[in-house]
Nanobody
Framework: QVQLVESGGGLVQPGGSLKLSCAAS????????MRWYRQDPGKGRLAVAS????????TYSDSVKGRFTNSRDISKNTLYLQMNSLKSEDTALYYC?????????WGQGTQVTVSS
């Protein structure tokens, strides 16, 4: 079965950096586009970044463009999100996502808190 397991979240000061990971299993990782979403308390999930199957094409929301970098290591079945110059408004629960055979799958999420 498809499993996505995020890690790497934590508490960081404004201006700091974190690198999130998403370990994928249960499907051929290199054959699917992957996305990162985040969710603020009381709000819906918003798309943050996406990456093509071969990792060559990435897209970002305007709010994170230039600060976040999405990458993937197909040999390790792992998706990454490098987050730099973090701001308080980046505080959220971050999820990775894959749409596989007609079904959307989410991980359990990893909390990122940006605060001094």
């Amino acid at each position: 079965q498809v499993q996505l397991v995020e890690s790497g979240g934590g508490l960081v000061q404004p201006g700091g950096s974190l690198k999130l990971s998403c370990a994928a299993s249960g499907f051929t990782f290199g054959d699917y586009l992957m996305r990162w979403y985040r969710q603020d308390p009381g709000k819906g999930r918003l798309a943050v970044a996406s990456i093509s199957m071969d990792g060559k094409i990435t897209t970002y929301s305007d709010s994170v463009k230039g600060r976040f970098t999405n990458s993937r290591d197909i040999s390790k079945n792992t998706l990454y999100l490098q987050m730099n110059s973090l701001k308080s408004e980046d505080t959220a629960l971050y999820y990775c996502y894959v749409f596989y055979r007609g079904v959307g799958y989410w991980g359990q999420g990893t909390q990122v808190t940006v605060s001094s």
